[in-house]
């Protein structure tokens, strides 16, 4: 069984780039989320995916915008880069979503913006 | 607003001692909280969760406590071992919509062999 992978770890993009995150999700999950994890916070909450729609958004602008595949695995966009987007961004994937459900969390992409 | 509150930021701890790692929330919408245990260059482990209906779970090493009416709880970790040197992040989630968890901004603790 293998677990979540993200791709890339790390991404150094400009102010104003496009991003494209990636994740595969662990088998058998049909849910995924993913976070935002600032130097010195806590993950926030970007968005989740439930079977290939979104089902769920945190505070975050369109401009974040995420895909889920049939196989399960997502993608994070983010346009327009900003310098406050640099952060260690998480994907999660649980069997289920359901409350209280455990979410195994990838090892991150750490993006920063120039 | 900050709902997942930790309010210690690093811990340091005597090995084979009792760690205290604790959590206020104010959303009283909550129903399950997690711990999660982060290493550098790692993403979050699950370690063990409790709900709401519930005031204390235990898992080996592991015992979650659970106050509902003073929105608080804590994890006890005996006896700390270096291994558990990490950073801890407690979370919290409803039950009803995508279950998203809002996290706490974590608890660095230090076992001191």
């Known amino acids: 069984e293998t677990g979540v992978t993200q791709s890339p770890t790390h991404l150094i993009k400009t102010r104003g780039q496009q991003v494209t995150l990636r994740c595969s999700s662990q088998?058998?999950?049909?849910?995924v989320s993913w976070y935002q994890q600032a130097l010195g916070q806590g993950p926030q909450f970007i968005f989740q995916y439930y079977r290939e729609e979104e089902n769920g958004r945190g505070n975050f602008p369109p401009r974040f915008s995420g895909l889920q595949f049939p196989n399960y695995s997502s993608e994070l966009n983010v346009n327009a880069l900003e310098l406050d987007d640099s952060a260690l961004y998480l994907c999660?994937?649980?069997?289920?979503?359901?409350?209280?459900?455990?979410?195994?969390f990838g090892q991150g992409t750490r993006l920063t913006v120039v | 607003d900050q709902q997942v509150k930790q309010n210690s930021p690093s811990l340091s701890v005597q090995e084979g001692r009792i760690s205290i790692l604790n959590c206020d929330y104010t959303?009283?919408?909550?129903?399950?909280f997690l711990w999660y245990k982060k290493y550098p260059a790692e993403g979050p482990t699950f370690l063990i969760s409790i709900s709401s209906i519930k005031d204390k779970n235990e898992d080996g090493r592991f015992t979650v406590f659970l106050n509902k009416s003073a929105k608080h709880l804590s994890l006890h970790i005996v006896p700390s071992q270096p291994g558990d040197s990490a950073v801890y992040f407690c979370a919290a989630s409803g039950s009803t919509g995508s279950y998203q968890l809002t996290f706490g901004k974590g608890t660095k603790l230090s076992v001191i062999p």
């Open positions: 088998s058998g999950h049909n849910t």
């Open positions: 959303n009283s919408m909550f129903d399950y």
């Open positions: 999660a994937s649980s069997p289920t979503g359901g409350a209280g459900t455990e979410a195994f």
